[in-house]
């Protein structure tokens, strides 16, 4: 049976090198359930790989590097069908399952994480690991649990691995900053905090500033004044944890404005970052600047899709796309300016 799916083939041509093809819909592996998509969401990460941001993304550090040349290798060395885009982030209906899978059958509504080398979630159909599958339950639509996943999960590995915070409201007070607030991983990360024992700072442009004190930010600064550029708390408060959602803000900023022990987690690590986080490692520095590198684990997806379904935690939708207009989906990301996430429904 063929399938519609969105591929790309040439790297550094943005959305323009996208093309819209039938191809056989995927078989699942025993391990693997295949589900009718219903939506996907958009992370800027794969339109920077797209875009062959090599330099600028991935020389940041050897890890990143050797990361890149797996993918490099895995893309180059794979069957056609992993040129669809690399969309993981997947909300649908399972309609078949492989032989060893026992916790999913046809029929059920699921989010599922696809693999991360291979995408495919820009397609009517995607095959996903039944080990990355969660329930979706009947209060998330697809597009909330699609739009949950990498940018949810970033948000709540910032929080709780990195700063600390506990999201049942115990553990000491944190006073928290997250830049880009009104974006995807920001919109996530500053609803989590406050189930947290936070005060929360955030930076987004103007447009946002009511939408993110209504997501519980106690303190709004727009990124596009003297004293949104300096980060300063308007009451003063030193950060405990900068959750870095944006780019291009050296060291130099921050470091005033964090308390002795307060460290900067940068999602988006460039050179400067990754030779801050080196030498702060190495001069034994109390301010740490962390780079996060994320990491899937379906337990946290089941804890996120859960407070979605309680109403603790909610997706801002910035816009939906057919699948048959993918292409002004990538570009709407590319362009960096998304309120919340970006989903294209097939
Ligand atoms: N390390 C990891 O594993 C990991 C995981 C997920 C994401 N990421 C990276 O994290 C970054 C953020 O992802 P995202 O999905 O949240 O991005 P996004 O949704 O594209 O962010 C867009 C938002 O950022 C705001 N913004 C842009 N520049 C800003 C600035 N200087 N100060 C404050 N707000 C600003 C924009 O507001 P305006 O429209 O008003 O400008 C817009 O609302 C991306 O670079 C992504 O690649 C990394």
Same mark, same amino acid.
Request: charged content about 20%.
């Given at each position: 049976?063929?399938?519609?799916?969105?591929?790309?083939?040439?790297?550094?041509?943005?959305?323009? &090198?996208?093309?819209?093809?039938?191809?056989?819909?995927?078989?699942?592996?025993?391990?693997?359930?295949?589900?009718?998509?219903?939506?996907?969401?958009?992370?800027?990460?794969? &339109?920077?790989?797209?875009?062959?941001?090599?330099?600028?993304?991935?020389?940041?550090?050897?890890?990143?590097?050797?990361?890149?040349?797996?993918?490099?290798?895995?893309?180059?060395?794979?069957?056609?069908?992993?040129?669809?885009?690399?969309?993981?982030?997947? #909300?649908?209906?399972?309609?078949?399952?492989?032989?060893?899978?026992?916790?999913?059958?046809? #029929?059920?509504?699921?989010?599922?994480?696809?693999?991360?080398?291979?995408?495919?979630?820009?397609? $009517?159909?995607?095959?996903?690991?039944?080990?990355?599958?969660?329930?979706?339950?009947?209060?998330?639509?697809?597009?909330?649990?699609?739009?949950?996943?990498?940018?949810?999960?970033? /948000?709540?590995?910032?929080?709780?691995?990195?700063?600390?915070?506990?999201?049942?409201? !115990?553990?000491?007070?944190?006073?928290?900053?997250?830049?880009?607030?009104? #974006?995807?991983? &920001?919109?996530?990360?500053?609803?989590?905090?406050?189930?947290?024992?936070?005060?929360?700072?955030?930076?987004? &442009?103007?447009?946002?500033?009511?939408?993110?004190?209504?997501?519980?930010?106690? $303190?709004?600064?727009?990124?596009? !004044?003297?004293?949104?550029?300096?980060?300063?708390?308007?009451?003063?408060?030193?950060?405990? /944890?900068?959750?870095?959602?944006?780019?291009?803000?050296?060291?130099?900023?921050?470091?005033?404005?964090?308390?002795?022990?307060?460290?900067?987690?940068?999602?988006?690590? /460039?050179?400067?970052?990754?030779?801050?986080?080196?030498?702060?490692?190495?001069?034994?520095?109390?301010?740490?600047?962390?780079?996060?590198?994320?990491?899937?684990?379906?337990?946290?997806?089941?804890?996120?899709?859960?407070?979605?379904?309680?109403?603790?935690?909610?997706?801002?939708?910035?816009?939906?796309?057919?699948?048959?207009?993918?292409?002004?989906?990538?570009?709407?990301?590319?362009?960096?300016?998304?309120?919340?996430?970006?989903?294209?429904?097939?």
């Amino acid at each position: 049976m063929a399938m519609h799916a969105v591929q790309y083939d040439s790297y550094g041509s943005g959305s323009a &090198g996208l093309k819209h093809v039938e191809v056989p819909v995927p078989t699942p592996k025993k391990d693997e359930v295949l589900v009718k998509v219903e939506a996907t969401s958009i992370n800027p990460l794969t &339109g920077k790989f797209r875009r062959a941001c090599f330099v600028h993304f991935f020389l940041p550090s050897f890890l990143l590097f050797l990361i890149a040349v797996a993918l490099c290798f895995m893309f180059f060395t794979s069957p056609i069908s992993t040129k669809c885009l690399k969309t993981i982030d997947v #909300g649908g209906e399972v309609v078949e399952v492989g032989s060893n899978v026992k916790r999913f059958k046809a #029929g059920d509504k699921v989010v599922a994480m696809l693999n991360a080398l291979n995408g495919g979630g820009s397609a $009517e159909y995607a095959v996903a690991n039944e080990s990355l599958t969660v329930p979706r339950l009947a209060e998330v639509s697809a597009a909330e649990g699609a739009g949950l996943i990498v940018a949810g999960l970033t /948000a709540l590995q910032a929080l709780v691995n990195h700063s600390e915070v506990k999201l049942n409201g !115990t553990g000491p007070r944190k006073n928290i900053l997250f830049t880009a607030a009104s #974006g995807g991983v &920001g919109h996530y990360a500053v609803q989590l905090a406050k189930l947290g024992n936070t005060h929360v700072t955030a930076t987004c &442009g103007v447009r946002n500033i009511d939408l993110v004190k209504s997501l519980g930010a106690d $303190e709004v600064l727009d990124y596009n !004044t003297p004293e949104g550029a300096a980060l300063k708390s308007p009451s003063g408060q030193k950060y405990d /944890a900068v959750i870095h959602c944006t780019t291009g803000i050296p060291w130099s900023t921050f470091e005033p404005n964090l308390s002795s022990s307060g460290n900067v987690i940068d999602i988006t690590p /460039a050179v400067c970052a990754m030779w801050t986080f080196a030498v702060k490692k190495l001069t034994f520095s109390k301010k740490q600047l962390v780079p996060l590198v994320l990491i899937l684990k379906k337990e946290n997806l089941e804890l996120i899709v859960g407070l979605v379904k309680e109403g603790k935690l909610k997706t801002v939708i910035d816009s939906k796309f057919p699948l048959s207009k993918a292409e002004d989906a990538w570009s709407k990301s590319i362009d960096g300016h998304a309120t919340g996430k970006i989903i294209v429904e097939p």
